[in-house]
T-cell receptor, first 115, second 114 residues
Framework: GENVEQHPSTLSVQEGDSAVIKCTYSDSASNYFPWYKQELGKGPQLIIDIRSNVGEKKDQRIAVTLNKTAKHFSLHITETQPEDSAVYFCAAPSGTNFGNEKLTFGTGTRLTIIP | NAGVMQNPRHLVRRRGQEARLRCSPMKGHSHVYWYRQLPEEGLKFMVYLQKENIIDESGMPKERFSAEFPKEGPSILRIQQVVRGDSAAYFC????????????FGSGTRLTVV
């Protein structure tokens, strides 16, 4: 099955600086990579995703890059703001039938933005 | 268009009681997934259901846990004879196609076993 590793587990960044979170995956057949943001007491919120036919995707201050050869993908947050403080999870698809019946999540990164 | 609705938001049960968690998927979504999150940990897959069918329950504990998604009504995650170790946040997600191509999560049910 899929194995997803996420680093770092905690990250503190000065407001206005950039934050980068990295994930690696094991199944070379995986073709979809979402990132979720979870605020305290809430459910995971999909913030951006990327499919394997592209190497980078941007949405305002958030970007995701994908390196299929190395099997890793990264979340980049620029011009960080206090409301970016949360736990971020990467994920990759897995499953025995089609390979994408479920998502395997990384262990999470607690991002703290320092005002 | 309401999102994925879970209830109750908080549930307290004494050891040995039963817990029932409900999930109504987004309109138009026919795939439902349950995940468990222990304190300070990531989300662990439990079960994947379609209407009236359990497709993958490889993440479900062998005993005391069951799930269903009837033809009418919400999906139910049922935990019998709860123990302290069952205390966790249980999240439901739904997708129009396989979640490996995208999914939306509910706000979760936080189960506390006392």
């Amino acid at each position: 099955g899929e194995n997803v590793e996420q680093h770092p587990s905690t990250l503190s960044v000065q407001e206005g600086d950039s934050a980068v979170i990295k994930c690696t995956y094991s199944d070379s057949a995986s073709n979809y990579f979402p990132w979720y943001k979870q605020e305290l007491g809430k459910g995971p919120q999909l913030i951006i995703d990327i499919r394997s036919n592209v190497g980078e995707k941007k949405d305002q201050r958030i970007a995701v890059t994908l390196n299929k050869t190395a099997k890793h993908f990264s979340l980049h947050i620029t011009e960080t703001q206090p409301e970016d403080s949360a736990v971020y999870f990467c994920a990759a698809p897995s499953g025995t039938n089609f390979g994408n019946e479920k998502l395997t999540f990384g262990t999470g990164t607690r991002l703290t933005i320092i005002p | 268009n309401a999102g994925v609705m879970q209830n109750p938001r908080h549930l307290v049960r004494r050891r040995g009681q039963e817990a029932r968690l409900r999930c109504s998927p987004m309109k138009g979504h026919s795939h439902v997934y349950w995940y468990r999150q222990l304190p300070e940990e990531g989300l662990k897959f439990m079960v994947y259901l379609q209407k009236e069918n359990i497709i993958d329950e490889s993440g479900m504990p062998k005993e005391r846990f069951s799930a269903e998604f009837p033809k009418e009504g919400p999906s139910i995650l049922r935990i019998q004879q709860v123990v302290r170790g069952d205390s966790a946040a249980y999240f439901c997600a739904s997708s129009p196609i396989l979640i490996g191509q995208g999914g939306i999560f509910g706000s979760g049910t936080r189960l506390t076993v006392v």
